[in-house]
């Protein structure tokens, strides 16, 4: 037969469970039931049938006054949701700013290490009016003078500070919204 044991904080929330079998000291635990099986021994894991908190950080259980354990309603607040609909707009942002970009039918690539290069070969274009390059797009290999590699860089600056633009806009609205419903009509999309 093994002890099952909850720590709790100020709140009653239960932020840890165990059970005799692997406690020495049972100072600031409270007992809370008893039986046979690894359902008791193993109680950190077999206990309670969920996780002890949410993916947001929030305890699912506390202990009432009469010592039982009760799942908490732990429903996200607008907080929480503003700040999962900041992080969807971020990765939306992120994966339009790097999907890449087509110029006079040449398509660019726009990742981070591709907008890198681009602006290493515009920098030595702008100290070297003959500057020529062979430039690695995605549908193959184009001639690029000094000209053209500062257009394009220009062209992948702009659709870079344009994708940002936008998630600040959208982040402004994110912020302004004052429901769940509120924000469930934000999206990345071209009429948010």
Known sequence: ??????????????????????????????????????R???AQN???PKPLMT???KYLYRLDGDGQIIEQNV?????DLKAAKHAE????????????ITIGGVQVKTDRESQALITGAAL????????????????????????QVIAVAQAVR????????????????IEAAESAAELDEITWSDDA
């Not at 429903?75 to 907080?79: F, I, N, R, S």
């Not at 707009?89 to 890449?100: L, M, S």
């Not at 030595?124 to 000209?147: C, E, I, P, R």
């Open 75 to 79: 429903a996200p607040d607008l907080d």
């Open 158 to 173: 702009q659709h870079v500070e344009g994708c940002f633009s936008k998630e600040a806009d959208i982040q402004l609205l």
């Open 55 to 57: 993916q947001e950080g």
């Open 89 to 100: 707009i971020a990765a939306a942002r992120y994966e339009e700013e790097t999907a890449g």
């Open 1 to 38: 037969m093994n002890a099952v044991y909850v720590k709790l904080n100020d709140r009653r929330d239960i932020i840890n469970v165990t059970s005799d079998f692997f406690l020495t000291d049972i100072t600031g635990w409270v007992k809370v039931d008893e039986g046979d099986g690894d």
């Open 124 to 147: 030595a274009a702008t100290q070297d009016a003959n500057y020529h390059v062979m430039w690695k797009a995605v549908n193959g290999f184009v001639d690029l003078d000094a000209s």
């Open 40 to 42: 008791y021994r193993h």
């Open 46 to 48: 077999n206990y309670l």
